[in-house]
């Protein structure tokens, strides 16, 4: 019989370079997980040794603004690598500590030293632009141990977009110098003829010191503990003391506790719910970044460790009812960086806000375009939308005033540039071909279609953008009024009401139940059913008799997976569960939709959603919910699918879980009246009381508790300070 020669060709299927020039490829699963550090502008990414870059698989090293400057950390005894006995990220994310000890260490068949006598604990924390280690060797064993522990480190000074995978054609200069018995100096002169460098200082001195390596010859008596401590400071000046780590530990917990002070605090008769809640807090704490402006949620870790206006804005109204001053700085920072010109390549037109901002060496030389960029269409929107909420959640009308001319810029875009074709609806098309082709949050280049599955093309509209603007004009009208701006506060309703009616004759699809995704540059209706329906419930545009059909089918099991409801529906063109966007979870985008089915009084869903993200919460590791995870259906006995790059922590995944209790509880909050709402409250199964410590409403604060009884509540004040009424309310 002849051999069959017959060929078989596998088509490979894979974005293209001009789809998707910032796509992060996922190119293997870590052999060892990762831990993440931040303290203002430096983040530090770890595998589980507490090394950097010795074990493939992660986006490791130490980062300092959009810059790595650390690539290669390995801690090595004897030349060999280590046994982990465990590693841990303190609750509160100030510190990292890592357990080892030693194996078996052979020469010629002999056991020279056995293993586990050793105990080296390795403690690491971030502070200021510098990473500080302690490594405290402990002998366990009967007699002396001689041993030699070697401390190997590089770095090549790759922008963040290189360690994301993006190809650069020419680079800078690197050095490396010992400029002291105890410290390295490592330096890149970049093409933007920045000067960066990176100094490794050790104490006591190394026996030996090299441009990549630090040894200690040591002597360890029977029972007795050594330290030695490695400080990694960012563009730190090589003359300047190394803060000693107790020092710059204590140091930092202080700031901390100080920064967190004032805000609510949640504590429920559930202990697991507890933890995510206190990941939670813990999480975005460590991404507020002090700024000129103000305190800034940075967007998460590795990739978006800066500011995003989209990230920032809707972590802030997640936050507004239990931490106000959040949206504060986020409004301030923005407003200081609104567009005022046109660049085409920054994507920038007067009165935009911005989208991301980028300090790295590509961005200064605009081999990428997000120095300051401004490729976001829902990001002025919500930023009028966010001054608006704030103002009354606040009642702080002088901070509106202060920001008043930036929103008034903002709506002379949401009103002008922002609607080309001046059909009443804000669109996006990039001005650039190096921006991005999708400019909503769902930013994939896949991920506005049409139900056939072809992508729209031209000026598009979201349908939960026009959402954004009806919400920013009927907030920002209660504020104008307040701040006598009467005719202002006429012409924003008007304009809101009249969106409104036009957004359902172009948006309604009876066929499929909700809305369109998105209008393309010829006005057709992207007619496919996705998660943006349900922020459009978060906004109020909706009419109520059909916020009951979008409620029914984000409920539903082509939506809800078990785990929260998918970004696309099961059955759509382009659905994928794995996919990014289209057919994921993501934790942010459930909680706007609770919020939204709080608002139309579907309580039900809103528990159920709820309960979703709790248990997929409590299968994830620290209890921390990522910026994503797959879409898959939930079977019994089994977790959540993550999603391979997902930024874990992220801000507004972080933030969710506050969100999810204000849906939940029903909160409404207004200082005019000094009172406190709770509509329609519930309290899942799994929890039998919610407690809410220092929740404030202007001068006011009052500490209040919630049981579950059956299907009822019942409301206790715990405390109170000033005049505030708290009350609930049945329908």
Same mark, same amino acid.
């Given at each position: 019989?002849?051999?069959?020669?017959?060929?078989?060709?596998?088509?490979?299927?894979?974005?293209?370079?001009?789809?998707? =020039?910032?796509?992060?490829?996922?190119?293997?699963?870590?052999?060892?997980?990762?831990?993440t550090?931040?303290?203002?502008?430096?983040?530090?990414?770890?595998?589980?040794?507490?090394?950097?870059?010795?074990?493939?698989?992660?986006?490791?090293?130490?980062f300092?603004?959009?810059t790595?400057?650390?690539?290669?950390?390995?801690?090595r005894?004897?030349?060999?690598?280590?046994?982990?006995?465990?590693?841990?990220?303190?609750?509160?994310?100030?510190?990292?500590?890592?357990d080892?000890?030693?194996?078996?260490?052979?020469?010629e068949?002999?056991?020279?030293l056995?293993?586990?006598? %050793?105990?080296?604990?390795?403690?690491?924390?971030?502070?200021r632009?510098?990473?500080?280690q302690?490594?405290?060797?402990?002998?366990? +064993?009967?007699?002396?141990?001689?041993?030699?522990?070697s401390?190997?480190?590089?770095?090549?000074?790759?922008?963040?977009?290189?360690?994301?995978?993006? $190809?650069r054609?020419r680079?800078?200069s690197?050095?490396?110098?010992v400029?002291?018995?105890?410290?390295?100096?490592?330096?890149?002169?970049g093409?933007?003829?920045?000067?960066r @460098?990176?100094?490794?200082?050790?104490?006591?001195a190394?026996?030996?010191?090299?441009?990549?390596?630090?040894?200690?010859?040591?002597?360890?008596?029977? +029972?007795?503990?050594q330290?030695?401590?490695v400080?990694?400071?960012?563009?730190? =000046?090589? !003359?300047?003391? &190394?803060t000693?780590?107790?020092?710059?530990?204590?140091t930092?917990?202080?700031?901390?506790?100080t920064?967190?002070?004032?805000?609510?605090?949640?504590?429920?008769?559930?202990?697991?719910?507890?933890?995510?809640?206190?990941?939670s807090?813990?999480?975005?704490q460590?991404?507020?970044?002090?700024?000129?402006?103000?305190?800034?949620?940075?967007?998460?870790?590795?990739?978006?460790?800066?500011?995003f +206006?989209?990230?920032?804005?809707?972590?802030?109204?997640?936050?507004?009812w239990?931490?106000?001053?959040v949206?504060?700085?986020?409004?301030?920072?923005?407003?200081a960086? *609104?567009?005022?010109? &046109?660049?085409?390549?920054?994507?920038?037109q007067?009165?935009?806000?911005?989208?991301?901002?980028r300090?790295?060496?590509?961005?200064?030389?605009r081999?990428?375009?997000?120095?300051?960029?401004?490729?976001?269409?829902?990001?002025?929107p919500?930023?009028?939308?966010?001054?608006?909420?704030?103002?009354?959640?606040?009642?702080?009308?002088?901070?509106?005033?202060?920001?008043?001319?930036?929103?008034?810029?903002a709506l002379?875009?949401?009103?002008?540039?922002?609607d =080309?074709?001046?059909?009443?609806?804000?669109?996006?098309?990039?001005?650039?071909?190096?921006?991005l082709?999708?400019?909503?949050?769902?930013?994939?280049?896949?991920?506005?279609? $049409?139900?056939?599955?072809?992508?729209? !093309?031209?000026?598009?509209?979201?349908?939960?953008?026009?959402?954004?603007v009806?919400?920013?004009?009927?907030?920002?009208?209660?504020?104008?009024?307040?701040?006598?701006?009467?005719?202002m506060?006429?012409?924003?309703?008007?304009?809101?009401?009249?969106?409104?009616?036009? #957004?359902?004759?172009?948006f309604?699809?009876?066929e499929?139940?909700t809305?369109?995704?998105?209008?393309? +540059?010829?006005?057709?209706a992207?007619?496919?059913?996705?998660?943006?329906a349900g $922020?459009?419930? #978060?906004?109020?545009?909706?009419?109520?008799d059909?916020?009951?059909?979008?409620?029914?089918?984000?409920?539903?099991? *082509?939506?809800?997976?078990?785990?929260?409801?998918?970004?696309?529906?099961?059955?759509?063109?382009?659905?994928?569960?794995?996919?990014?966007?289209?057919?994921?979870?993501?934790?942010?985008?459930?909680?706007l939709?609770?919020?939204g089915l709080a608002?139309?009084?579907?309580?039900?869903a809103?528990?159920?959603?709820?309960?979703?993200l709790?248990?997929?919460?409590a299968?994830?590791?620290?209890?921390?919910?990522?910026?994503?995870?797959?879409?898959?259906?939930?079977?019994?006995?089994?977790?959540?699918?993550?999603?391979p790059?997902?930024?874990?922590?992220?801000?507004w995944?972080?933030?969710?879980?506050? @969100? %999810?209790?204000?849906a939940?509880?029903?909160l409404?909050?207004?200082?005019?009246?000094?009172?406190?709402r709770?509509?329609?409250?519930?309290?899942?199964?799994?929890?039998?009381?919610?407690?809410?410590?220092? %929740?404030?409403l202007?001068?006011?604060?009052v500490?209040?508790?919630?049981?579950?009884?059956?299907?009822?509540?019942?409301?206790?004040? %715990?405390?109170?300070?000033?005049?505030?009424?708290?009350?609930?309310v049945?329908?």
């Amino acid at each position: 019989m002849a051999a069959d020669t017959t060929s078989i060709t596998t088509t490979i299927q894979e974005p293209s370079s001009t789809e998707t =020039p910032f796509y992060i490829p996922a190119t293997g699963t870590a052999t060892r997980p990762r831990r993440t550090l931040k303290h203002g502008d430096s983040f530090v990414v770890v595998d589980s040794h507490g090394d950097i870059g010795a074990s493939p698989g992660g986006s490791d090293g130490l980062f300092h603004k959009d810059t790595r400057f650390l690539s290669h950390l390995e801690l090595r005894v004897n030349g060999q690598e280590l046994l982990l006995l465990g590693s841990n990220l303190r609750d509160d994310n100030t510190l990292l500590s890592v357990d080892l000890t030693n194996p078996d260490f052979l020469a010629e068949g002999r056991v020279l030293l056995q293993k586990d006598l %050793l105990h080296i604990g390795r403690t690491m924390f971030l502070w200021r632009g510098t990473a500080y280690q302690r490594l405290a060797v402990r002998n366990h +064993g009967d007699r002396p141990i001689e041993l030699l522990l070697s401390i190997h480190f590089r770095n090549d000074f790759a922008d963040l977009f290189e360690v994301r995978g993006m $190809h650069r054609a020419r680079r800078g200069s690197t050095r490396q110098e010992v400029i002291g018995p105890d410290r390295v100096l490592l330096s890149y002169l970049g093409l933007d003829e920045k000067l960066r @460098s990176t100094t490794v200082a050790f104490e006591p001195a190394p026996s030996e010191l090299r441009p990549e390596v630090a040894i200690y010859r040591l002597v360890i008596a029977a +029972g007795e503990a050594q330290s030695l401590f490695v400080a990694i400071g960012c563009d730190t =000046p090589r !003359e300047r003391q &190394v803060t000693p780590f107790f020092i710059g530990l204590r140091t930092a917990r202080r700031e901390q506790q100080t920064a967190t002070r004032g805000a609510t605090t949640v504590v429920t008769s559930n202990e697991i719910f507890n933890e995510i809640l206190h990941r939670s807090a813990a999480d975005l704490q460590m991404l507020m970044t002090d700024t000129p402006e103000g305190r800034y949620p940075y967007a998460g870790t590795p990739w978006y460790s800066t500011t995003f +206006g989209r990230d920032g804005l809707i972590t802030a109204l997640q936050m507004l009812w239990c931490d106000p001053r959040v949206a504060r700085g986020v409004l301030h920072r923005l407003a200081a960086y *609104q567009a005022k010109t &046109v660049d085409p390549l920054a994507d920038a037109q007067p009165g935009k806000i911005l989208h991301e901002m980028r300090s790295g060496e590509m961005a200064a030389l605009r081999e990428v375009p997000f120095g300051l960029y401004y490729g976001s269409v829902d990001a002025t929107p919500l930023f009028v939308l966010l001054a608006g909420l704030y103002g009354e959640r606040t009642g702080d009308f002088d901070t509106v005033e202060a920001l008043w001319p930036a929103i008034e810029a903002a709506l002379g875009w949401i009103d002008g540039l922002g609607d =080309p074709d001046q059909d009443g609806f804000v669109e996006y098309r990039r001005a650039s071909e190096l921006g991005l082709a999708n400019q909503g949050w769902k930013d994939s280049y896949d991920a506005i279609f $049409h139900a056939d599955g072809r992508l729209a !093309e031209g000026n598009i509209a979201l349908a939960e953008v026009q959402g954004y603007v009806y919400a920013a004009k009927a907030a920002l009208a209660h504020c104008a009024r307040r701040l006598r701006r009467i005719g202002m506060a006429r012409r924003l309703e008007t304009e809101a009401k009249e969106l409104a009616k036009r #957004f359902e004759a172009a948006f309604w699809c009876p066929e499929i139940g909700t809305y369109a995704l998105a209008l393309d +540059g010829d006005k057709t209706a992207c007619r496919v059913r996705t998660s943006n329906a349900g $922020h459009l419930l #978060f906004t109020g545009i909706v009419r109520p008799d059909r916020a009951a059909l979008v409620a029914a089918g984000l409920s539903g099991p *082509q939506f809800f997976s078990g785990w929260g409801i998918r970004t696309v529906a099961k059955g759509e063109a382009r659905y994928n569960p794995m996919s990014y966007h289209n057919g994921s979870i993501w934790p942010h985008d459930n909680a706007l939709i609770a919020l939204g089915l709080a608002r139309y009084g579907f309580r039900d869903a809103v528990e159920q959603v709820f309960k979703g993200l709790f248990d997929a919460a409590a299968y994830m590791d620290l209890r921390r919910l990522p910026e994503l995870f797959c879409g898959f259906q939930r079977q019994r006995g089994r977790g959540p699918t993550l999603y391979p790059v997902a930024c874990s922590p992220q801000a507004w995944a972080s933030a969710a879980p506050f @969100s %999810l209790i204000q849906a939940l509880l029903g909160l409404e909050l207004e200082p005019r009246r000094s009172e406190i709402r709770l509509r329609q409250p519930r309290i899942p199964s799994f929890l039998d009381e919610v407690t809410l410590q220092n %929740l404030q409403l202007g001068a006011a604060s009052v500490d209040l508790r919630v049981r579950r009884h059956g299907d009822e509540v019942s409301l206790e004040v %715990l405390k109170s300070e000033g005049r505030v009424q708290v009350s609930i309310v049945a329908s």
